[in-house]
């Protein structure tokens, strides 16, 4: 495991029932702002049931994809820990802040 992948997993372990982190902010806190997407392939293969990966939504406050670890539907866990979101199923941000607890 190359050492970005070892602290996005890092990062995103910290991120607290009931709070998310936008794959970009995970990506710079892991060292590495123009790494988005790497951060969201990372995710896709992680296996470990200690990393809440889908804490990780997109910047414009959609879930995005999940790899089903803890359940079927990344919404539905989400909401299960207190996640506000919209109609559209988007993230109200008004509504509960993104982490700053890391």
Known sequence: ???????VL???KKIPKGEVLTYAK???LAG?????RAVG?????NTGKNIPCHRVIKSDGSVGMYNGLRGK???DILKREGVKFDKNKK???SRINLTSKI
Not at 32 to 36: L, S, V
Not at 41 to 45: H, P, R, V
């Open 10 to 12: 890092e990062v995103v």
């Open 41 to 45: 392939n990372i995710l896709a293969k």
């Open 1 to 7: 495991m190359n050492l970005f992948t070892q602290k």
């Open 91 to 93: 993230l109200l941000f």
């Open 73 to 75: 539907s990344k919404l």
């Open 26 to 28: 995970v990506a710079g």
């Open 32 to 36: 590495n702002k123009k790494a988005p």
